[in-house]
């Protein structure tokens, strides 16, 4: 029935034992009756500290029953897609709301392959200390430049003409301004200003937006890639157009084409981390672009917030957490102790799940698969199956914290040589997906998000000039 995968049968056969696993325990999921059915504003909902239970929008993109552990893109369960599909395809749906055909695939990957070299971004982006500086800072730094796109200096009409400006060579980093000594910058735009093309954009039009959705779909994993490149002072790769995505994002990160195995585990990955309902990056992508700004800035807010060791930044975090704890044998002591300081146990726990995590359910298998290649990483992921146990048999009976996407997808990215730095950026390059999606799904219907917040400070206190308050200490009133 399906002719995809046939060289990777076994990453195949282990999604499909999570999801009959997942069946056997939650029983066919039903969708919850409260979220999932059309509404009429104004909505009736409970509203619990950070938003929790509040409905922000309609969605068809996406939806996850927390109870049962259940997480549906567009209709398709998770656990298909991720044994049937490939991160292409499921970006296609998310984006346009239905499976590709053989054309509209070919058509949507040829999109994906002209957006993802970028040359001059990245030669930009190198002229920023990117192995000093945090590698969700450099992603949104990189990104935020692929809006370049839109502005007329980009168009070819404006660019400046070679014959004036002195073009930067390979490797020199394109300077401004002229250095000491030297007869002229590096790179100088003509020294009249540049006129505005007459063909210039005004404003985004729908195909522009979708085109730019394209773009960051497919640059950001071309910057991602970069920029795990130049924190190992190294020169980023171009992007070879006989690859898939996954494959692409692996070669451009490490220089080697990768196995079938990895390119399909990247692939299984990048699937499962493309969307998750109103999550706090796409809830924050989605309020810039109610504003009217554009996916660019949108999309650099989601990259901000996915960052927060809450949210994203997470499956670093547990790596880290792996290592303090040491052998397997440490497990329980650690445990104790974490517990009586009341500690956040990164990977577990989540807002919506109050059952198992799909995607931990495929995440957990495929990274003791890999192992069994990996010796050397057999004690971490002992241990964590260890910690696993632990607090899926208190936390999990006691307050229904489970293992979350974030607990085994940074042992099966280090699996394949992947260092924790890239762990979430690798998480954004997936979840662009999601966020373009949603972003123009309500922009179909936009109303600028503006709640309200409930004032309990004073009232009417007299005004007092400056040199008549006294001295009272500045620290900030709670
Ligand atoms: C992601 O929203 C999404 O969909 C996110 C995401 C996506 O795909 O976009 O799924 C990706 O962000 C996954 C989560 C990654 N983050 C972590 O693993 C960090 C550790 N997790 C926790 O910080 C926490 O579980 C959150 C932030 C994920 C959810 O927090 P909530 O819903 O605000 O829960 P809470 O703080 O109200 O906690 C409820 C209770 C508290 O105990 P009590 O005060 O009631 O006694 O559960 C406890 C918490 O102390 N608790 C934990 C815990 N998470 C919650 N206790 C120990 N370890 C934890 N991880």
């Known amino acids: 029935m399906y002719t995809l995968h046939e060289e990777t049968k076994e ?18 999921s039903e969708p919850e009756a409260q979220f999932a059915k059309p509404m009429t504003w104004p909505v009736q909902c409970t509203v619990g500290p950070g938003l929790e239970g509040a409905i922000a929008c ?23 897609l991720c044994a049937y ?32 070299s970028l040359p001059m971004t990245l030669r930009r982006l190198g002229g920023f200390p990117v192995e000093n500086i ?30 004036t400006a002195i073009s930067a060579d390979e490797d020199s980093i394109p300077m401004e301004t002229k250095p000491m000594g030297e007869p002229h910058a590096i790179y100088e735009f003509k020294k009249k200003q540049l006129e505005r093309p007459k063909d210039a954009r005004e404003t985004q039009d729908e195909s522009e937006s979708v085109q730019s959705c394209m773009h960051l779909i497919s640059g950001m994993a071309t910057i991602a890639a970069g920029v795990a490149r130049m924190r190992e002072e190294k020169m980023p790769i171009e992007p070879d157009t006989e690859l898939s995505h996954a494959a692409n994002l692996l ?29 706090a990056s796409t809830f924050a992508s989605m309020v810039v672009a109610s504003t009217l700004s554009d996916i660019y800035f949108s999309v650099g807010a989601g990259i901000a917030a996915l960052n927060g060791p809450l949210h994203g930044g997470a499956n670093e975090q547990v790596l880290r957490l792996l290592q303090e704890i040491g052998p397997a044998a440490k497990v329980s002591s650690w445990f104790e102790q974490a517990t009586r300081e009341k500690r956040r146990i990164m990977g577990f726990g989540h807002r919506v799940y ?73 998480f954004a ?36 000039p400056i ?12």
């Open 11 to 28: 990453i195949t056969d282990i999604i499909l034992a999570a999801r009959d696993k997942a069946r056997e325990e939650v029983g066919k």
């Open 58 to 80: 309609e969605s068809k993109v996406g939806y996850v029953n927390g109870s049962k552990g259940m997480l549906v893109y567009r209709g398709y369960d998770i656990f298909d």
């Open 85 to 116: 599909s490939t991160f292409e395809e499921v970006s296609y749906l998310l984006v346009h709301g239905e499976l590709p055909n053989t054309s509209q695939l070919r058509e949507f990957n040829c999109s994906l392959a002209r957006f993802r």
């Open 134 to 163: 945090n590698t969700m800072a450099a992603l949104r730094i990189g990104t935020m430049m692929m809006r370049q796109r839109l502005s007329f200096r980009d168009s070819q009409s404006a660019r400046p003409d070679p014959n």
């Open 251 to 279: 070669y451009m990160m490490t220089g080697r084409k990768p196995t079938p195995i990895e390119e399909r585990v990247m692939d299984v990955a990048l699937i499962l981390h493309a969307d998750h309902g109103m999550n």
């Open 354 to 426: 109050k059952a198992y995590d799909p995607r931990a359910r495929i995440l957990g298998p495929l990274a003791k698969f890999l192992i069994q290649e990996k010796k050397e990483m057999r004690p971490l992921y002992n241990t964590a199956r260890e910690l696993e146990k632990k607090v899926v048999t208190t936390l999990g009976a006691e307050k229904k914290i489970f293992p979350n996407v974030d607990f085994y997808s940074g042992i099966v990215y280090a699996a394949m040589g992947i260092e924790p730095e890239l762990f979430t950026p690798i």
């Open 429 to 464: 390059v997936s979840r662009v997906s999601g966020w373009c999606a949603r972003i123009l799904e309500y922009l179909d219907n936009n109303r600028i998000f503006r709640p309200r917040a409930m004032y309990i400070g004073e009232f009417d206190k007299e005004y007092v």
């Open 467 to 478: 040199g008549k308050r006294g001295a009272k200490k500045n620290a900030r009133k709670k």
